[in-house]
């Protein structure tokens, strides 16, 4: 290797890697204990739940960002149906 110092500050000064948030149709759970876990294993710290029309919401933040988000879950299956960022994030 004729470059080990380039190759060790570019290795350190690249990002890390953060987890990746769940995507639709990922299954997190049909609980409450499960649904936290799963997500905070994405990076997204859970900070409610709701029942709303049918599907549960959990209210997470997305620890990478600092956004707030709304993750839609079937009750039934515990898959991911709809993410939307809350808007007060952007007020």
């Keep these: 290797m004729r470059h080990p ?6 290795l350190s000064v690249a ?4 987890p990746a948030m769940p995507q639709l149709g990922d299954v997190v759970g049909t609980n409450p204990t499960d649904t936290t876990a799963a997500l905070a294993k994405s990076g997204c710290k859970v900070t409610a739940f709701y029942a709303e029309r049918g599907k549960l919401e959990a209210k997470c933040l997305e620890i990478a960002n600092d956004k707030t988000w ?12 709809d993410m939307v960022v809350d808007l007060k ?3």
């Excluded at 110092?5 to 570019?10: F, S, T, Y």
């Excluded at 990002?15 to 953060?18: I, K, L, R, S, V």
Aim: hydrophobic share 55%.
């Design 15 to 18: 990002p890390m890697a953060a």
């Design 5 to 10: 110092i380039l190759l060790a500050l570019a």
């Design 89 to 91: 994030d952007y007020d």
């Design 70 to 81: 709304e993750v839609y879950i079937d009750p039934t299956t515990g898959a991911v149906v």
